[in-house]
């Protein structure tokens, strides 16, 4: 049974930007599939999409590397775990390096980055951080 389905996300994110695979799978989740989403968005991986089955649809993301095959994600870490939840108000959510890292957020109006937080003016629970 996996209890932070969210860290096992980042550990597999991460496992295979190391070995420069083109793309991993994982179990879907809705929380999941809006990470991956903000990913996207953000222009850190190329797509994803989520293939229904039985008896968990799966997940497959497509990671993104530099024209010269330097990492467009530098680092990818689990900031709220089960044990020590963290949460942001709207006006604590400061740049991450200047603009060019983000912070995934579970806002009462969904999956944000900390951009969209911020021009929606919501905080809520910091879920990872990307660099």
Request: hydrophobic share 35%; with cysteine; proline share 5%.
């Amino acid at each position: 049974m996996m209890t932070d389905p969210i860290a096992d996300m980042c550990t597999r994110i991460r496992n295979a930007n190391t070995v420069r695979a083109s793309s991993l799978s994982m179990p879907a989740s809705r929380l999941k599939v809006g990470v991956a989403q903000i990913l996207k968005e953000e222009g850190y991986i190329k797509d994803y999409a989520v293939q229904p089955g039985q008896p968990a649809s799966t997940l497959t993301i497509q990671l993104k590397y530099g024209e010269y095959g330097e990492f467009v994600i530098q680092d990818i870490e689990r900031i709220s775990k089960p044990g020590c939840r963290v949460y942001a108000a709207a006006k604590e959510l400061k740049p991450i390096i200047r603009g060019m890292g983000i912070q995934i957020l579970s806002t009462p109006k969904g999956i944000l980055s900390d951009r969209g937080a911020r021009k929606e003016n919501v905080g809520g629970e910091i879920l990872a951080r990307v660099r």
